[in-house]
């Protein structure tokens, strides 16, 4: 009469374990979509980044030249204001690369705090998929055990 409460509970116990992993089953493919979704806009985040540090550099380097040219010209006839004109004209345009480069940089931050935190709620459900499954494989045994008794 004993085993058969005790058969009864690890039945009991062997179904719970079941319903839990197909629910954590569920959360892994869950996890596993956004992961993916998560390093695709790191990705895309990361190439739009690339370009606004090269978009920045390109202006930077640009004004850095053109004073460069404008400063070794003599002084005498008196230099053209025209490429002072166009100096400050690059630099607003660099204010603005300026802004879409920190705000590409804000982006990738974003994207890869979203990207570690759907890694990490993966590896959670993976262990917790483990453990149940070790629950499973425990309870299974005992089972064995008590059908082997007389």
Known sequence: MANETIRATLSQ??????????????????????????????????????????????????????MVYY??????????????EEHAEI???????????????EAVR???SVWEDAKRDLAVAEQDEKTVSERIRETNEQIGRLNQQP
Request: glycine share 4%; hydrophobic share 35%; proline share 5%.
């Open 71 to 84: 400063n070794s010209l003599p002084i005498d006839p008196p230099r053209p204001q025209a490429l002072l």
């Open 91 to 105: 630099g607003r345009e660099q204010v603005q690369t300026h802004r879409k480069r920190m705000a590409a940089h």
């Open 13 to 66: 116990m062997l179904t719970r374990y079941a319903a839990q992993r197909a629910n954590i089953l569920g959360r892994m493919q869950d996890c596993r979509g956004f992961l993916f979704n998560a390093e695709s806009n790191l990705k895309q985040a990361r190439e739009a980044e690339r370009r606004a540090v090269f978009e920045d550099d390109e202006l930077t380097r640009k004004m850095r030249e053109l």
């Open 110 to 112: 974003n994207a890869t």
